[in-house]
């Protein structure tokens, strides 16, 4: 490519709102085969809402779904994770009042503990997250598998609650596709690409959603560090990949791509790491990117 066409091709990509960190971008897009897709805030719009919430073992715990919520909110209002504003909104809708916690601890890829004082002032150990969050703890899950994984089915989050060593609530959080994401995939595989989904939550509600997109493979309870090794393997079956992605924990993965593409809404981190920033959240951009790296490169080996 000479300097001008690749100056015009830039030009024409910061036009429609895409900004090119590295100059060997537009060549890298080109080659792309299969662009690899965070899910949550990237194809999803990082907006989740609590959707259910069933309390199970009552007997045992002889705490209202009010009390429960409320403790569980009480942990969530110190994590990050969109999954925690999701829960933390629903308990202030209630007028539900959170209360300091010690001890608190993100299990990244599982879910979030800390210790809860109740209303008589005793501390209580409270943990939220995953199934392996709670297989970890030792506290089975299995019995409530039907409605979890119904919820999964359906494209939301299943999560599970237990205080002091009891399972006590199952609830659900559900994040909306973004408009493009669908047009964006369905344009990516008109032009012969493969599309792939990398994250972090629920094999089941992974392929729920991948399958409303028509995405072709799904790599999913995938660890924080693990999105690395999901590139590597994308590499190697398929070749050059680009990896779309918002969060912290898709800065290394964003590195590691043939093309690591961030969205500019994302965090800081994630386009720190990236090759192409895109500044609206509209993945759309991204099919945009490679025909414009495509027509702008077309004649060069
Ligand atoms: P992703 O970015 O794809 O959501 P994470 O590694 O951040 O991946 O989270 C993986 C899983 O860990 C979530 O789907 C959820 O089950 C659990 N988890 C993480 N953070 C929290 C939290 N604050 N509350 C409850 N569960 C959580
Ligand atoms: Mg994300």
Do not use: C
């Amino acid at each position: 490519a000479t300097p001008t066409s690749i100056m015009v091709g830039t030009g024409k990509a910061a036009e429609m709102g895409v900004l090119f960190r590295r100059g060997d971008a537009l060549q890298t897009l080109r080659d792309t085969t299969v662009v690899a897709f965070d899910k949550t805030g990237t194809l999803t719009k990082g907006k989740p809402e609590l959707t259910d919430l069933e309390i199970v073992n009552e007997p045992t715990h002889a705490l209202t779904q009010k009390q429960i919520l409320g403790f569980i909110a009480t942990v969530e209002n110190v994590s990050e994770h969109p999954i925690a504003s999701a829960i933390v909104a629903a308990a202030k809708a209630q007028d539900i009042n959170l209360p300091d916690i010690k001890d608190f601890q993100a299990h990244a890829g599982f879910g979030i503990s800390a210790v809860v004082m109740d209303q008589a002032g005793t501390s209580r150990q409270v943990w939220v997250g995953a199934d392996r969050l709670m297989e970890q703890q030792g506290i089975p899950v299995a019995e409530h598998e039907h409605t979890t994984a119904s919820w999964a089915t359906a494209g939301k989050t299943p999560l599970y609650a237990a205080i002091d060593g009891t399972l006590v609530a199952l609830l659900a959080v559900s994040d909306p596709i973004k408009e493009s994401s669908r047009t964006a995939i369905q344009a990516l595989q008109e032009e012969g690409l493969r599309v792939a989904m990398i994250t972090g939550d629920n094999t089941r509600t992974a392929q729920a959603i991948a399958q409303q997109l028509g995405i072709d493979d799904v790599i999913a309870e995938v660890l924080p560090g693990g999105k690395v090794d999901a590139v590597k393997t994308l590499q190697q079956t398929y070749g050059h990949v680009a990896f779309v992605g918002d969060g912290i924990n898709d800065a290394p993965a964003l590195a590691q791509a043939d093309t690591g593409i961030a969205i500019g809404t994302g965090t800081d981190v994630a386009i720190e790491s990236a090759d192409v920033v895109l500044m609206s959240g509209d993945v759309r951009n991204v099919t945009n990117a490679i025909a414009l790296s495509r027509a702008t490169l077309r004649n060069i080996k």
